[in-house]
């Protein structure tokens, strides 16, 4: 079967996986809730099983789809974009950056303050560090440029998250700042929802409109030009929609990394290698991938606070490493 036939069912081979994990990660908890409980728990909001899901589940599964999609697809964009196979969120320093801003929150006790200034400051952190990288960069857009901005500015933001926990004012403030960075969905609201939702969508409709000029950059950027392609617009939809969907990602759930490198990778043999086909996958891929982290975060230790950014780096972790080694066996 070609790329071109295998792609509509590809499409709907993931939408029905994200749909049955969605309904999966609905039921599985502490309270196991069956279908029919499930569907029934919708008519009568005032059962126990109705609270547990608009108090608990609804929020992390809305949360997981949606962070897993913009992680995903920005991790496609990226990856065309830079034309780098190594390309994912964090490269351009938008995790970390968020993170800091969190930690910061901490920190200082503002979380003390007001119980939503620590997303509020891992947004502020996200942003701030797009317009730094779009300082960094200039009108150059060299792409080497963009690499090293966003590395420089991840490790600055290490350093200072890393300062922060070093002088941090109790253990317990201390603890806390590691548990945040270490990405979570527990105890996520329907208020965390609304707070990182409309920064989702708009980083990711920004990401989308990338797709016509990832095809044409996949011959080469003076091809590209010759096409019509506005590489300078294509780069502001590409770092400013990475930064807004994963710093609102970032925000309510704390550094989730590898599903940005993990899926693009994994689907791109199954769309024909063409960018632009590989967003809508990335994104129906990243939702199920992260949904699929969270249901095994409650099912294999369900006694222990086992964190979903661990559990990501586990699973990504070795992939880096036979991407690595695929690569060296590439250019040798």
Not at 166 to 190: C, K, Q, Y
Request: charged content about 10%; glycine content about 12%; overall charge positive.
């Amino acid at each position: 079967m070609t790329a071109d036939r295998r792609y509509p069912l590809l499409l709907a081979g993931l939408g029905l996986l994200v749909v049955l994990l969605f309904l999966a990660s609905l039921g599985i908890g502490q309270v196991w809730i069956d279908p029919l409980t499930l569907a029934a728990a919708f008519r009568d909001t005032q059962s126990a099983e109705a609270l547990i899901l608009a108090e608990i589940r609804l929020p992390r599964t809305l949360l997981g789809a949606a962070i897993g999609a913009i992680l995903g697809l920005s991790g496609a964009v990226l990856q065309g974009f830079l034309r780098n196979p190594l390309a994912e969120p964090g490269l351009l320093g938008i995790s970390a950056s968020a993170s800091l801003g969190a930690v910061i929150a901490i920190y200082a006790g503002l979380t003390a303050l007001h119980p939503y200034a620590l997303p509020l400051c891992a947004l502020a952190g996200a942003l701030i560090a797009v317009m730094l990288v779009q300082m960094l960069v200039g009108r150059s857009g060299d792409i080497l440029v963009i690499i090293l901005a966003g590395v420089a500015l991840s490790s600055l933001a290490g350093a200072l998250t890393s300062l922060a926990l070093n002088l941090a004012p109790s253990p317990f403030a201390a603890l806390e700042i590691v548990f945040w960075m270490l990405g979570s969905l527990t105890d996520r609201s329907l208020v965390h929802v609304g707070l990182a939702l409309p920064f989702i969508l708009v980083g990711g409709a920004m990401l989308a409109l990338t797709g016509r000029a990832l095809d044409a950059l996949a011959l080469g950027p003076d091809v590209a030009r010759s096409l019509g392609v506005n590489l300078d617009r294509t780069r502001v939809l590409a770092v400013v929609g990475t930064a807004i969907g994963v710093g609102g990602a970032t925000a309510v759930s704390g550094a989730i990394g590898f599903v940005g490198l993990i899926v693009p990778h994994l689907l791109r043999p199954l769309v024909g290698h063409r960018p632009s086909r590989l967003l809508p996958a990335s994104a129906l891929g990243g939702a199920a991938f992260l949904l699929a982290a969270d249901i095994a975060v409650r099912v294999v230790m369900p006694d222990r606070d086992l964190k979903l950014g661990v559990v990501t780096a586990i699973l990504g972790a070795p992939f880096f490493l036979w991407l690595l080694i695929s690569l060296r066996r590439r250019t040798a």
